[in-house]
């Protein structure tokens, strides 16, 4: 079944991003879209393409593989479940650096002012993760030191809606934390693809120790496993993942926590085959999501963030359900 489920992947997410150029209310034709697209005849339709449909393609694969591999490597370090890439705080750091910049109105004076910021949150999170958690911190450290940058920055958070100076504000701030893809352009794609790739290189050589990691910390110190490089390795790229998602897309849950749910039985529970199966299966459900968050209301901006909670929400009730029965 592993053999087939890569190819399977690959192909759907393939096919997403097809359908994800193809779905728009501009209403040009597949054949038409497609010629401009590789072809850039036709100033709108290539417009429209190139601008507006590609970055969302490219942006969805991106932040979905970034979540999903992040939340795979989460949950086969600390052998839980339930964990998710929110868990050490970063996202919820970046959120904060991406408030910031909507608060003081360095957004609206400088257009990558909010991604950069929320960037610069997600490094000041990991310089905060790794000074409370120490060098020699083992997995309960780190999930202790997540909980509380997370607790801050989101207290931080609800500060800055307190003294939001009108609603406008307010209501600027909350739309962007629902997480959405729309109105994002190349720009975004470039400045959050490096690091994206900088947290895959980081995480997926890790399967190898996460697969000892299932026997035990001990068992895995005396099959070679450096426990503190791996966990630095990993802390480092769930944090480069998880930051330039939240910089360019907003907060968007779930995807971490319930594509590996999703995929686990499938690859045997074995985390090195979890890790990139995971990646791809978080990009093509941010991509279907997206897509739907295009046709369900077409003509009200419904935030991906907020289709992804109400979908996501019941599936790992489901998920959790069905576990507990296969378990008695």
Known sequence: MTRALFPGLVLLTAALVLVSLLTGPAGFGPGESLSALLTGQGEAVTLVMREIRLPRALLAVLVGASLGLSGAALQGYLRNPLAEPGLIGVSGSAALGAVI???????????????????????????????????????????????????LAGALTSLALNLSPNPFATAEIVFWMMGSLADRSLTHVWLAAPFMALGWALLLPLGRGLDALTLGEDAAAALGVRLARLRLRLVLGVAACVGAATAVAG????????VPHLLRPLVGARPSVLLPASALGGAAMVLLADIAVRLVLPERDLKLGVLMAIVGAPLFLHLIFKTRRAAA
């Open 101 to 151: 910049a909507l608060q003081t109105g360095a957004a609206a004076a400088f257009g990558l002012a909010l991604p950069l910021m929320a960037l610069a949150g997600a490094v000041v999170a990991v310089l905060l993760i790794l000074l409370l958690a120490g060098p020699r911190g083992g997995s309960l450290t780190l999930i202790l030191a997540g909980i509380a940058i997370s607790a």
């Open 251 to 258: 907060a968007i849950g779930f995807v971490g926590l319930v």
